[in-house]
């Protein structure tokens, strides 16, 4: 399958005029999104807290994480945005396309609306 990548908006609050929009890879392997530590603060994101991830290649990491609205595809979530470093490639994280119901067509390689967000 090939690489995904949409543009994502990200801002720490709906009165928020700072922000930080950028072509993220679509990643269904990660939970949560990264942006580099550098912008989210620039967008005036803080850090909230931090937690332990396991990268692709087995090892683990400790990152800072902030919350932020989160906007892409004409919809708004908001959640986790991890702290990476500053040459890091921005991710999306599966928990926010799950949140608004989008979900990878992997035979067309795109991203498709589900009629509906599952309540189940």
């Known amino acids: 399958m090939g690489l995904i990548h949409?543009?994502?908006?990200?801002r720490s609050g709906q009165r928020s005029r700072k922000m930080y929009e950028a072509d993220f890879l679509v990643d269904t392997g990660a939970t949560d999104s990264r942006a580099p530590a550098?912008?989210?603060?620039?967008?005036?994101?803080?850090?909230?807290g931090s937690m332990v991830y396991?990268?692709?290649?087995?090892?683990?990491?400790?990152?800072?994480?902030?919350?932020?609205?989160?906007?892409f595809m004409g919809e708004l979530t908001s959640g986790r945005v991890i702290f990476g470093p500053d040459n890091a490639e921005p991710?999306?994280?599966?928990t926010a396309l799950e949140s608004v119901g989008i979900t990878i067509d992997p035979a067309n390689r795109q991203l498709k609306r589900l009629?509906?967000?599952?309540?189940?």
Request: charged share 25%; net charge negative.
């Open 54 to 71: 396991e990268l692709a290649d087995g090892s683990n990491v400790e990152y800072q994480f902030g919350l932020a609205e989160i906007e």
């Open 115 to 120: 009629p509906a967000v599952p309540l189940k």
């Open 91 to 94: 991710l999306l994280g599966v």
């Open 6 to 10: 949409v543009t994502v908006t990200l």
């Open 38 to 48: 550098s912008e989210l603060r620039k967008a005036g994101v803080v850090p909230r």
